[in-house]
């Protein structure tokens, strides 16, 4: 058995290639399709007949030296002249042209530019009209054939995605002459049905002529006018149609189209909850920072004037507790200042302290004498003394008014 | 707790009469005495009850915080 490698398959196809004299110098014609202009200047594009297609690379210095760097469009009718190269290293097969002889538009490119450019002038592809494809449909409408690959290629997709999706087919031709306004009206039927949140329009692959019916006005403007967004799935992604242009949104393939109408449930799911944990953050944050308002509120208005207002009682009471005590004890002083004086007062009149200033108790017969009267000369009278008595005899009595007025 | 804060102002008149009765000056001592008594029992009364009310104050300005 003999094992090739890549890249010795590769080198293989290209020697082969090389050595084949029929694929040098070839002159091809075709409509130039996806042209794409590099930074570096070359140039890549499809050459395209109603079957078939093959890639062209057009390097800079040929475009330049050529004059043709304005020249190359898309729908192009064009001649080159070329070598089939295959690039080894990606294992792919394109032509290199070297020369390029550029013919008129193809009729049907020109019929379409023409009603691009009316349509377009009415207002039908005015990105302002297209609606949003709603994230979670309950029920798609396909406007398609039977037959074709896009029912098919819808189901595969959804069928992972969502089991619980629903699908109506409105069955419609998708290629001939009569085909386009039976389109638009399987469109209309779509777009009334209460159930279709909805409508995927297409076709599979397929030439320009085939494609032709997605062109028709009647299908642009029944896709216009819908109420339910749609989506356009016609062709491959390189074939552009008026419905693509009209449509709220482009499917590049039927594929393509399920994956945009049909989400997958866990995706959704997944969605709902990080939505759903948002949402709670966000609750929180702002019941947090009102809690924060309520609660310097509750402080600065309630908590703190409150305890402002014990704390005055408070001093209140003490400057009250320390008035009591500072009268109280005024009034024990001033009570025992009365009392000191009373002490002083009665030792002023104990007869001993008079004794010594020089009085003494006079006595007659153990009576006290009080008066003259009570004694007549001669009478004996004892006089006592702080340290002893006298005795002593009268001799005489002279009597005058009294020293002041007994108040007793 | 209202029932007590309500006898607070009782309290706190009632302290008021017996600084009035000290005030004037003209007790004897035994009433002085027992005047001054009075007074100081009001005013610890009436401190307490404050610092009960107080205690709450604070304790329900940390619920509000913690429950933030």
């Given at each position: 058995m003999n094992v090739l490698s890549i890249t010795q398959l590769n080198n293989l196809i290209k020697r082969t290639l090389d050595r084949?004299?029929?694929?040098?110098n070839l002159y091809i014609s075709g409509t130039i399709m996806n042209a794409k202009r590099h930074n570096s200047g070359h140039v890549y594009f499809s050459l395209k007949d109603e079957e078939s297609s093959i890639d062209v690379t057009m390097w800079s210095s040929t475009v330049m030296s050529k004059g043709l760097s304005n020249s190359i469009e898309n729908g192009l009718l064009v001649t080159i002249k070329g070598s089939v190269n295959f690039y080894n290293k990606m294992g792919r097969l394109h032509i290199v042209a070297s020369d390029m002889q550029i013919g008129s538009k193809s009729p049907l490119q020109l019929e379409f530019d023409a009603l691009k450019q009316e349509l377009t002038a009415l207002g039908y592809?005015?990105?302002?009209?297209k609606q949003m494809i709603p994230v979670l449909s309950s029920c798609i409408g396909i406007v398609t054939s039977?037959?074709?690959a896009v029912l098919h290629d819808i189901l595969h997709i959804s069928e992972h995605r969502n089991p619980l999706m629903k699908f109506k087919l409105f069955s419609v031709?998708?290629?001939?002459?009569?085909?386009g306004p039976i389109i638009a009206k399987g469109i209309e039927r779509a777009d009334k049905?209460?159930?279709?949140?909805v409508i995927i329009v297409g076709r599979g692959g397929g030439s320009m002529e085939d494609l032709w019916?997605?062109?028709d006005r009647k299908v642009v403007e029944a896709i216009y006018h819908a109420k339910t967004p749609i989506i356009s799935a016609v062709g491959h992604e390189t074939d552009y149609t008026l419905a693509d242009y009209a449509a709220d949104m482009r499917g590049a393939t039927p594929s393509h189209a399920a994956e945009i109408s049909v989400l997958p449930i866990t995706t959704l799911q997944e969605d709902l909850q990080k939505k759903e944990e948002y949402l709670h953050y966000v609750i929180n944050q702002i019941l947090q920072q009102k809690r924060g308002e309520l609660s310097t509120l509750f402080n600065r208005k309630l908590g703190i004037p409150a305890l402002q207002l014990i704390h005055k009682q408070k001093s209140l009471l003490q400057t009250i507790k320390d008035g009591m005590h500072r009268v109280s004890m005024h009034r024990m002083e001033q009570e025992k200042h009365k009392l000191s004086l009373l002490a002083k007062e009665l030792s002023l009149q104990n007869p001993v302290h008079m004794m010594t200033k020089g009085y003494s108790k006079i006595e007659h017969n153990g009576v006290t004498v009080h008066s003259v009267n009570q004694l007549d000369t001669g009478n004996t009278i004892s006089f006592t003394l702080a340290d002893g008595t006298v005795s002593a005899d009268v001799k005489t009595i002279k009597k005058h008014k009294p020293l002041y007025q007994n108040k007793r | 707790m209202a029932a007590s804060l309500k006898n607070y102002e009782k309290k706190y008149k009632a302290l008021e009469d017996v600084v009035r009765n000290l005030d004037e000056g003209d007790l004897s001592i035994a009433d002085l005495l027992a005047q001054y008594k009075k007074g100081l029992t009001l005013v610890k009364e009436c401190a307490d009850m404050l610092d009960s009310v107080e205690v709450e104050i604070q304790q329900i300005i940390e619920e509000v915080r913690i429950s933030e």
């Amino acid at each position: 058995m003999n094992v090739l490698s890549i890249t010795q398959l590769n080198n293989l196809i290209k020697r082969t290639l090389d050595r084949e004299y029929l694929l040098k110098n070839l002159y091809i014609s075709g409509t130039i399709m996806n042209a794409k202009r590099h930074n570096s200047g070359h140039v890549y594009f499809s050459l395209k007949d109603e079957e078939s297609s093959i890639d062209v690379t057009m390097w800079s210095s040929t475009v330049m030296s050529k004059g043709l760097s304005n020249s190359i469009e898309n729908g192009l009718l064009v001649t080159i002249k070329g070598s089939v190269n295959f690039y080894n290293k990606m294992g792919r097969l394109h032509i290199v042209a070297s020369d390029m002889q550029i013919g008129s538009k193809s009729p049907l490119q020109l019929e379409f530019d023409a009603l691009k450019q009316e349509l377009t002038a009415l207002g039908y592809f005015d990105e302002s009209h297209k609606q949003m494809i709603p994230v979670l449909s309950s029920c798609i409408g396909i406007v398609t054939s039977p037959s074709g690959a896009v029912l098919h290629d819808i189901l595969h997709i959804s069928e992972h995605r969502n089991p619980l999706m629903k699908f109506k087919l409105f069955s419609v031709p998708v290629q001939g002459t009569n085909a386009g306004p039976i389109i638009a009206k399987g469109i209309e039927r779509a777009d009334k049905d209460p159930d279709v949140d909805v409508i995927i329009v297409g076709r599979g692959g397929g030439s320009m002529e085939d494609l032709w019916c997605f062109n028709d006005r009647k299908v642009v403007e029944a896709i216009y006018h819908a109420k339910t967004p749609i989506i356009s799935a016609v062709g491959h992604e390189t074939d552009y149609t008026l419905a693509d242009y009209a449509a709220d949104m482009r499917g590049a393939t039927p594929s393509h189209a399920a994956e945009i109408s049909v989400l997958p449930i866990t995706t959704l799911q997944e969605d709902l909850q990080k939505k759903e944990e948002y949402l709670h953050y966000v609750i929180n944050q702002i019941l947090q920072q009102k809690r924060g308002e309520l609660s310097t509120l509750f402080n600065r208005k309630l908590g703190i004037p409150a305890l402002q207002l014990i704390h005055k009682q408070k001093s209140l009471l003490q400057t009250i507790k320390d008035g009591m005590h500072r009268v109280s004890m005024h009034r024990m002083e001033q009570e025992k200042h009365k009392l000191s004086l009373l002490a002083k007062e009665l030792s002023l009149q104990n007869p001993v302290h008079m004794m010594t200033k020089g009085y003494s108790k006079i006595e007659h017969n153990g009576v006290t004498v009080h008066s003259v009267n009570q004694l007549d000369t001669g009478n004996t009278i004892s006089f006592t003394l702080a340290d002893g008595t006298v005795s002593a005899d009268v001799k005489t009595i002279k009597k005058h008014k009294p020293l002041y007025q007994n108040k007793r | 707790m209202a029932a007590s804060l309500k006898n607070y102002e009782k309290k706190y008149k009632a302290l008021e009469d017996v600084v009035r009765n000290l005030d004037e000056g003209d007790l004897s001592i035994a009433d002085l005495l027992a005047q001054y008594k009075k007074g100081l029992t009001l005013v610890k009364e009436c401190a307490d009850m404050l610092d009960s009310v107080e205690v709450e104050i604070q304790q329900i300005i940390e619920e509000v915080r913690i429950s933030e």
